[in-house]
């Protein structure tokens, strides 16, 4: 019996030391994501024709809110 709770106890124990490696690796995850600057960052400007006609502004932000 001392076994079996002594087994229980290390399964336990190591299913929590993984769950907080994950947590950690998710924190990690969540700050690159929210210091990640797009390279394609910008105001890009053009001109359209065809059955309609206008102008197209696209602004790709540093960051997404």
Do not use: C, H, W
């Not at 336990?12 to 210091?35: C, R, V, Y």
């Not at 797009?38 to 540093?62: C, H």
């Amino acid at each position: 019996m001392k076994i079996f709770i002594k087994a229980a106890l290390l399964f336990t124990l190591f299913n929590g030391l993984q769950s907080s490696d994950e947590m950690i690796d998710q924190i990690d995850k969540n700050k690159e994501a929210q210091n990640y600057v797009s390279p394609y960052r910008g105001n890009y400007t053009g001109i359209f024709t065809g059955d309609s006609a206008g102008e197209l502004i696209i602004n790709v932000a540093k960051k997404v809110l």
